[in-house]
């Protein structure tokens, strides 16, 4: 089952982090589809506190290589990755994390259609919502007062009467999942 979040969301700008850039794989193998809104992502790299750090990093070329031309890609050094069952939870992505459009042509070379797409490019800090309300589609079978958790590896939540042994809570859900599994969840990490 795919997660998303719909358009319905309420939260404060104070509870969004916007400090961490996605690494892993193409989610679902999907092609120029890097992570959808919705994934449930903890902290894999933090930030340092060294004076001689810095927060950015070099990503490589930005397209094609040629001797003698330099055109460095840079992106947050700080990342975040799926999280599975029982890991602590930074919270929700707010947006896609996507390398191509819908014609297959890169993103990082157009940043005002990403702008538009509501999308960011790979190696950009990706907005994580750690409180708040959302309609989150994914979850099938869950009823009002649920514990919404981390279902198994992929980062997509679930729902049962109490919190499983094991599992780490998420938040809870306010409504019956509709014929789409959409239902309304409030986030409280």
Do not use: C
Not at 24 to 45: H, M, P, Q, Y
């Amino acid at each position: 089952m795919a997660h998303n979040l719909r358009p319905f969301r309420q939260y404060d700008e104070m509870d969004v982090v916007n400090l961490f850039a996605y690494s892993g794989t193409a989610e679902n193998g999907a092609a120029g589809i890097v992570a959808t809104k919705g994934l449930a992502v903890k902290a894999t790299v933090g930030w340092t506190n060294d004076a001689n750090s810095s927060p950015v990093e070099a990503l490589g070329s930005v397209g094609a290589s040629y001797n003698n031309v330099v055109s460095q890609r840079y992106g947050v050094k700080p990342k975040i990755g799926i999280a599975g069952s029982g890991d602590s939870i930074l919270g929700l992505t707010l947006m896609d994390v996507r390398e191509l459009d819908e014609n297959g042509e890169k993103l990082i070379f157009n940043p005002r259609k990403a702008a538009e797409m509501g999308v960011v490019v790979s190696g950009q800090a990706v907005p994580v919502l750690t409180k708040g309300l959302v309609t989150y589609s994914g979850a099938s079978n869950v009823a009002v007062g649920f514990v919404a958790f981390v279902s198994g590896t992929a980062g997509e939540l679930a729902g049962a009467a109490s919190l499983p042994n094991g599992y780490t809570k998420v938040g809870k859900f306010l409504s019956n999942n509709d014929a789409n599994n959409t239902a309304l969840l409030k986030i409280e990490l």
